[in-house]
């Protein structure tokens, strides 16, 4: 099989990524799959549905700018085929779709609103092909607008679930306290049955939540009272002294807070002590999956 390069597009609501890989089935191993291009947006769709309930006409234009732009980086790197898929914004929104077919009329890219147990299922594929079958799993993504979880167990995907606690949400006030309360019982349940639980988070928070409190070489892993300490220290300052002190981006600096108390739920529910953080997304399973689908 030739040489592929293919996109994933990744609209979050906090952020939007454009990931673009070449696949070489005839490369030596390790050396078959490499990323070209990967580009971050903070369009943070979520904050105009969490309040407003739609995509207001001023974000709607700047997704629109984000999205022609991302066709020219496509065309720039030769990719011969994308998937582009929208996330729990988009899926509240109530002029989503709406918007889904003007983005394509506009751009001809067609976009996808895809159900959270999907999302969840997706980013649960990036663990099943690691090959990991000798723990029980959970594996953990905290996005803008919900929390996917997926157990694998046996290195079988056993249960999948999307909540609606994710951090832009919870920073407007929409998070209920039974949304809360059903994860943290479905979780204690999960811990009960399985036992001894390996925790993965995925996501721009815990990612940078690992770079505030490790070096670059160390295991990808932070314990649970590394979070806590780290948590502990941000919270007590302004978003400016987030910024100022820890480099943060203003994006990621209000909803940090939020990340780590749902990373924090989690963590406790399944009495563990530590989340792996191997550093893998969304936009990688999109793209790794097109792949798949491509070579049948």
Same mark, same amino acid.
């Given at each position: 099989?030739?040489?592929?390069?293919?996109?994933?597009?990744?609209?979050?609501?906090?952020?939007?990524?454009?990931?673009?890989?070449?696949?070489?089935?005839?490369?030596?191993?390790?050396?078959?799959?490499?990323?070209?291009?990967?580009?971050?947006?903070?369009?943070?769709?979520?904050?105009?549905?969490?309040?407003?309930?739609?995509?207001?006409?001023?974000?709607?234009?700047?997704?629109?700018?984000?999205?022609?732009?991302?066709?020219?980086?496509?065309?720039?790197?030769?990719?011969?085929?994308?998937?582009?898929?929208?996330?729990?914004?988009?899926?509240?929104?109530?002029?989503?779709?709406?918007?889904?077919?003007?983005?394509? /009329? &506009?751009? %001809?890219?067609?976009?996808? *609103?895809?159900? =959270?147990?999907?999302?969840? +299922? $997706?980013?649960?594929?990036?663990?099943?092909?690691?090959?990991?079958?000798?723990?029980?799993?959970?594996?953990?993504?905290?996005?803008?607008?919900?929390?996917?979880?997926?157990?694998?167990?046996?290195?079988?995907?056993?249960?999948?679930?999307?909540?609606?606690?994710?951090?832009?949400?919870?920073?407007?006030?929409?998070?209920?306290?039974?949304?809360?309360?059903?994860?943290?019982?479905?979780?204690?349940?999960?811990? /009960? &049955?399985? %036992?001894?639980?390996?925790? *993965?988070?995925? =996501?721009?928070?815990?990612? +940078? $939540?690992?770079?505030?409190?490790?070096?670059?070489?160390?295991?990808?892993?932070?314990?649970?009272?590394?979070?806590?300490?780290?948590?502990?220290?941000?919270?007590?300052?302004?978003?400016?002294?987030?910024?100022?002190?820890?480099?943060?981006?203003?994006?990621?600096?209000?909803?940090?807070?939020?990340?780590?108390?749902?990373?924090?739920?989690?963590?406790?529910?399944?009495?563990?002590?530590?989340?792996?953080?191997?550093?893998?997304?969304?936009?990688?399973?999109?793209?790794?999956?097109?792949?798949?689908?491509?070579?049948?």
């Amino acid at each position: 099989m030739k040489i592929k390069n293919l996109a994933a597009i990744d609209i979050g609501s906090n952020g939007a990524r454009l990931l673009i890989k070449r696949f070489n089935p005839e490369a030596p191993e390790g050396m078959k799959v490499r990323r070209i291009t990967y580009i971050r947006v903070p369009l943070r769709l979520g904050k105009d549905v969490f309040t407003l309930g739609k995509v207001s006409k001023d974000r709607y234009r700047m997704m629109l700018h984000m999205m022609r732009g991302f066709k020219e980086f496509m065309k720039l790197n030769h990719v011969e085929a994308y998937r582009a898929c929208a996330t729990s914004a988009m899926r509240d929104a109530e002029n989503g779709r709406k918007v889904m077919k003007r983005i394509h /009329k &506009q751009t %001809g890219i067609r976009l996808e *609103i895809i159900p =959270g147990e999907e999302e969840a +299922k $997706l980013l649960a594929n990036n663990i099943l092909e690691a090959g990991d079958n000798n723990h029980t799993i959970c594996y953990c993504d905290v996005g803008g607008g919900s929390t996917e979880i997926s157990i694998l167990h046996n290195g079988r995907l056993v249960d999948s679930h999307s909540y609606n606690c994710g951090t832009l949400r919870m920073l407007s006030g929409k998070v209920s306290a039974e949304t809360l309360s059903e994860l943290k019982e479905n979780l204690s349940k999960v811990a /009960k &049955q399985y %036992g001894e639980i390996q925790l *993965i988070g995925s =996501g721009g928070n815990i990612n +940078k $939540l690992f770079k505030l409190t490790h070096n670059k070489s160390d295991k990808k892993e932070i314990l649970m009272e590394e979070l806590r300490q780290i948590y502990m220290k941000l919270k007590v300052l302004s978003i400016d002294e987030r910024i100022g002190r820890y480099g943060l981006k203003e994006d990621r600096a209000d909803v940090i807070i939020p990340a780590s108390e749902i990373f924090m739920l989690v963590a406790d529910a399944l009495k563990t002590d530590r989340i792996l953080v191997p550093n893998i997304s969304l936009a990688d399973s999109i793209v790794d999956g097109l792949f798949e689908q491509l070579i049948g």
